[in-house]
């Protein structure tokens, strides 16, 4: 399996600022996912992190909203840009394993707090 | 679309007794496949168990099995001997694309032990 750390575990943002969260795996994986989950509810899937393209997004998410990065294949980057209080959630990051593997593996998280 | 139901926001069981959690899914994709995920307090998703949509044969890990019914799209969770420590949110999950595509999640059935 996959081991996965985020940075920041958690911060608190001004509304109106932007926030740039990252993930990084201890291998590489074929596939990376950002997730958001709001508070005391389930987790939504907001886009597939490709590794050398722009990310794809589900209904709903946009990229100027939060756009995302992926240098290579190891390492991801999910910025959450004029923040509002409604983007307050818990922001986690997935990744799958090697080729093959289909099962995914969570990051600790990041909550996101915004006055 | 993808969608994951599970209809049991709470369950409560005594320590060293069995549960099931219920969980029910719709998808179009010939091949997907089922998690289900457990979320403590700490917040880090954990991976239960995995069910491969082509596998006749229910998963099993350690204390952990599941009712796959592929017909009925049903995917419930046992859990036997329950420990204090199974206490948490669990969560059933659903990916297609052959495994590449992100996860489409329930809403989560929060499970109490009773000691």
């Known amino acids: 399996s996959a081991v996965i750390s985020q940075k920041p575990s958690r911060d608190i943002c001004q509304r109106g600022t932007s926030l740039t969260i990252q993930c990084q795996v201890d291998s590489q994986v074929t596939m990376m996912f950002w997730y958001r989950q709001q508070p005391g509810q389930s987790l939504t899937l907001i886009a597939t992190a490709n590794q050398g393209s722009e990310a794809t997004y589900e209904s709903g998410f946009v990229i100027d909203k939060f756009p995302i990065s992926r240098p290579n294949l190891t390492f991801s980057t999910l910025t959450v840009s004029n923040m509002s209080p409604e983007d307050s959630s818990i922001y986690l990051c997935?990744?799958?394993?090697?080729?093959?593997?289909?099962?995914?593996?969570f990051g600790p998280g990041t909550r996101l707090t915004v006055t | 679309a993808q969608t994951v139901t599970q209809s049991q926001p709470e369950m409560s069981v005594q320590e060293a007794e069995t549960v099931t959690l219920s969980c029910t899914y719709d998808?179009?994709?010939?091949?997907?496949?089922l998690f289900w995920y457990k979320q403590p307090p700490s917040r880090q998703m954990i991976l239960v168990i995995r069910?491969?949509?082509?596998?006749?044969q229910n998963a099993t890990e350690n204390r952990f099995s599941v009712n796959f019914q592929k017909a009925a799209k049903s995917f419930s969770l046992k859990i036997s001997d329950s420990q204090l420590g199974d206490a948490a949110m669990y969560f059933c999950a659903l990916t297609g694309g052959g495994g590449a595509d992100g996860l489409t999640f329930g809403k989560g059935t929060h499970l109490i032990i009773q000691p």
């Open positions: 997935s990744a799958t394993g090697t080729s093959g593997s289909y099962e995914q593996y």
């Open positions: 998808t179009s994709e010939s091949d997907y496949y």
């Open positions: 069910q491969e949509a082509y596998k006749q």
